[in-house]
């Protein structure tokens, strides 16, 4: 017979074999403001005030989440995304970096306003060292409103964070039931909760069935050439948007306020008005890199198609819409101002 000490051997022992097996993967949840967490008066009203809802509270309200992983909330910023700088990327990226950095954490949800969300998702896609899931998600309606989304996305998020399918893509952002690349992903919507799009090569994912399901292999390359340890700030780098009749005064302007790049939305094939030609042409004599792209929203600008990028010395943007050409510009500009180098780096990131 056993004696009373034995059982409680035996007891000790097998709950310390289970813990493993019962503990839950833990998640990193790094929130930074937007309509996610955003409060209104009233649940019909589509006023509301963008980042007031403090990370605690996020995660209190969508009690799932806690249910199926251990949730570290961190509160890096509150801001609406419209006021997202890149010094803020920065931080973002440093602080999901070291969370990433723990063993113990399984992966990173980045909560985030949806107006500048494909330029952070870009930016740490660019930067961040890791193979572990990182999920950006955000919400089109206040956690107030009569049909919000921001509960459904934060619990897909993390499901999707935690689930082994997810580790070596890259980063990703959620929204909607869909899962799409920080490279190809763009808000192509003011209001409605399907806003996101992946103009040029769909999503990579649904979410369904109460599991992430991609629709693609892994394919993702981990190491970044970028490093952002020992950044505190990101070379400036305008956009200048082309339509007819522009004037060159705009690109006169970025080169005044001290620009090192400026990335130019041109039209259609990121065509440029003959001034603006001109001022560019002129920008690239003060050392000020310049990337065509287009204001089109898809496909891909091609070399020497109407402008003499080689005689200019013009990067082309290739399928980067402008706003994420000009992430990659400014991060290119920390590194070199070599033009070949530059344009390698849009040819294949
Ligand atoms: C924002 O980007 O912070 C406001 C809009 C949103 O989150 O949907």
């Given at each position: 017979m056993f004696k009373k000490s034995q059982f409680l051997q035996i007891g000790l022992l097998s709950v310390a074999l289970m813990t493993p097996l019962l503990a839950k993967p833990q998640v990193a949840l790094l929130a930074t403001g937007g309509t996610i967490a955003g409060a209104g008066h009233?649940?019909?009203?589509?006023q509301y005030t963008a980042a007031v809802v403090p990370v605690t509270q996020l995660i209190a309200d969508v009690p799932e989440i806690s249910a199926i992983a251990e949730i570290h909330g961190d509160q890096v910023c509150q801001l609406?995304?419209?006021?997202?700088?890149p010094e803020m990327w920065l931080k973002i990226g440093k602080q999901t970096q070291a969370q990433l950095d723990k063993e113990a954490i399984v992966g990173a949800v980045i909560t985030h306003g949806t107006d500048t969300m494909e330029e952070t998702a870009y930016f740490l896609d660019l930067t961040l060292q890791t193979t572990k899931p990182v999920v950006l998600v955000g919400s089109m309606?206040?956690?107030?409103?009569?049909?919000?989304d921001g509960a459904a996305n934060l619990y897909q998020a993390v499901k999707t964070a935690i689930s082994d399918n997810s580790a070596n893509r890259g980063v990703m952002v959620l929204m909607n039931d869909t899962i799409f690349a920080a490279r190809e992903v763009?808000?192509?919507?003011?209001?409605?909760?399907?806003?996101?799009?992946?103009?040029?090569?769909?999503?990579v994912g649904d979410f369904h069935d109460n599991a992430p399901f991609y629709l693609s292999r892994v394919d993702r390359k981990v190491e970044s050439p970028f490093d952002i340890r020992k950044l505190s700030a990101l070379p400036g780098v305008a956009i200048i948007y082309g339509y007819a009749?522009?004037?060159?005064a705009q690109v006169r302007a970025a080169v005044q306020e001290g620009a090192r790049g400026i990335v130019m939305a041109g039209v259609g094939n990121g065509n440029l008005n003959p001034d603006t030609e001109k001022a560019l042409i002129a920008a690239r004599q003060d050392g000020v890199v310049v990337v065509r792209s287009s204001r089109l929203g898809s496909g891909s600008v091609t070399k020497e198609a109407e402008v003499d990028d080689a005689k200019h010395g013009f990067v082309v943007g290739g399928s980067l819409n402008p706003q994420k050409a000009r992430v990659l510009l400014m991060l290119a500009l920390t590194q070199t101002v070599d033009l070949d180098r530059i344009q390698g780096y849009f040819d294949t990131l």
């Open positions: 009233a649940r019909t009203s589509s609406a995304s419209q006021a997202m700088t309606r206040p956690g107030t409103a009569l049909g919000a763009t808000k192509g919507h003011p209001f409605k909760p399907s806003a996101f799009e992946s103009p040029n090569t769909g999503p009749g522009s004037s060159a």
